[in-house]
Nanobody
Framework: QVQLVESGGGLVQAGGSLRLSCAGA????????MGWYRQAPGKQRESVAT???????NYADSVKGRFTISRDNTKNTVSLQMNSLKPEDAAVYYC??????????????WGQGTQVTVSS
C-alpha cells in the first residue's frame, strides 16, 4: 500500500526553479512530521527540509534561503519549492513522514523518490 507519492521532479537549468509535491495517506499525514530528503549518487541520504505537524520548519544550511517547505493539512500534501537551483542540488528527492506522539517517532514512511537534475 503506497503511503506517500511524490511528483514534480525533472530537469532544470542552474538558477531555475522546481516545485516538488508529496501526497500522503490521511491516516499518516495528520499524525506526522514531514520532510524532504535527497540522495545523490555515491552519497548518503541527507535531510533537506522538515516541517512539523505544527508548522515549524528546519532547513539544511545548503538550501537555506533557496528552498521552502510547506504543508497543506486539508489536502494531505507537503511541498518543496526549490529556487536558484545549483548543480549540487541534483539528486533523488524523497518525501518522508514520521508518525510522532509525545515527541517519539512511532513509525517512518518513505516515498518512492523523484529525480531532480540540474544542468550547469
Amino acid at each position: 500500500q503506497v503511503q506517500l507519492v511524490e511528483s514534480g521532479g525533472g530537469l532544470v537549468q542552474a538558477g531555475g526553479s522546481l516545485r516538488l509535491s508529496c501526497a500522503g495517506a490521511e491516516s499518516i499525514f495528520s499524525r506526522s512530521d514531514m520532510g524532504w530528503y535527497r540522495q545523490a549518487p555515491g552519497k548518503q541520504r541527507e535531510s533537506v527540509a522538515t516541517i512539523t505537524k505544527g508548522g515549524m520548519t528546519n532547513y539544511a544550511d545548503s538550501v537555506k534561503g533557496r528552498f521552502t517547505i510547506s504543508r497543506d493539512n486539508t489536502k494531505n500534501t507537503v511541498s518543496l519549492q526549490m529556487n536558484s537551483l545549483k548543480p549540487e542540488d541534483a539528486a533523488v528527492y524523497y518525501c518522508n513522514a514520521k508518525v510522532t506522539r509525545w515527541g517519539r517517532v512511532l513509525n517512518t514512511y518513505w516515498g518512492q523518490g523523484t529525480q531532480v537534475t540540474v544542468s550547469s
